[in-house]
């Protein structure tokens, strides 16, 4: 159940990161209310998953998820550039994440 919450809790982090991006500045309300409540939640979620994962294994992986799905939604939405050097960066990434659950 911890693998699932800290999922996610990776996931949630892509939402606030993606709308603190969006917020500019803080400044519109809607997208910072989505950051403020995915934030909280996200890190909510963490805290609960790291009672069973270790420290380092569940921060890793959490922001591995938030980060991958970040740059790969903000790609998929024309935001930043695509290509082959960036798709294999971010599948390096998940390689990792993948590592980290399989020696867990």
């Known amino acids: 159940m911890s693998?699932?919450?800290?999922?996610?809790s990776g996931v949630l982090e892509a939402v606030w990161a993606t709308a603190l991006g969006?917020?500019?500045?803080l400044s519109r309300l809607a997208p910072t209310v989505?950051?403020?409540?995915?934030?909280?939640?996200?890190?909510?979620?963490l805290a609960w998953a790291m009672r069973e994962l270790p420290t380092g294994t569940?921060?890793?992986?959490?922001?591995?998820?938030?980060?991958?799905l970040t740059a790969a939604w903000a790609m998929a939405q024309g935001e930043e550039p695509l290509s082959v050097?960036?798709?294999?960066?971010?599948?390096?990434?998940v390689g990792g994440i993948v590592g980290l659950k399989l020696t867990h």
């Open 3 to 8: 693998w699932i919450v800290l999922v996610g």
């Open 85 to 93: 050097a960036r798709v294999l960066c971010l599948l390096a990434v």
């Open 58 to 68: 569940a921060y890793a992986v959490w922001v591995g998820i938030g980060a991958t």
């Open 34 to 45: 989505v950051f403020a409540v995915a934030l909280v939640t996200s890190m909510v979620g």
């Open 22 to 25: 969006r917020s500019e500045g």
